[in-house]
């Protein structure tokens, strides 16, 4: 097994969103709950990048922001209708999902 780091992302509603998580290229890959009714925890995946999002409470912070690197920034500011910017280490978007957290991504530059 691989070691990795995955974030948990608080969300409101865990179906709404997979459903943008899936226009970032996610796809949902399990979800749990200790009963019917209660909140949702499901994991998501884009290769081998992994997000945990959560309608538990206390799993994590709103606003929270992570880098997700990949290999063709355009086609998501493409999708989401934004203009990637021009850093020194990358070309760059940032969105915010539904719930606010914010997502820098951006694919390297040589």
């Known amino acids: 097994m691989d070691e990795e780091v995955i974030p948990i992302l608080h969300v409101a509603n865990a179906a ?3 459903a943008w998580y899936s226009r970032l290229g996610f796809t949902q890959q399990w979800e749990h709950r200790f009963e019917p009714g209660f909140p949702a925890f ?8 992994r997000l ?3 309608e538990h409470s206390g799993d994590a912070r709103p606003d929270t922001l992570v880098y997700l690197r990949v ?10 209708g934004v203009q990637p910017v021009e850093a020194p280490w990358a070309r760059e978007i940032e ?5 606010g957290n914010r997502l820098r991504i951006g ?3 040589p």
């Open 16 to 18: 709404e969103a997979v």
């Open 42 to 49: 499901v994991e998501v995946a884009r290769g081998r990048v």
């Open 52 to 54: 945990f999002l959560s």
């Open 71 to 80: 290999r063709d920034v355009d086609a998501i500011a493409g999708e989401f």
């Open 95 to 99: 969105l915010h999902d539904p719930d």
């Open 107 to 109: 694919t390297p530059t």
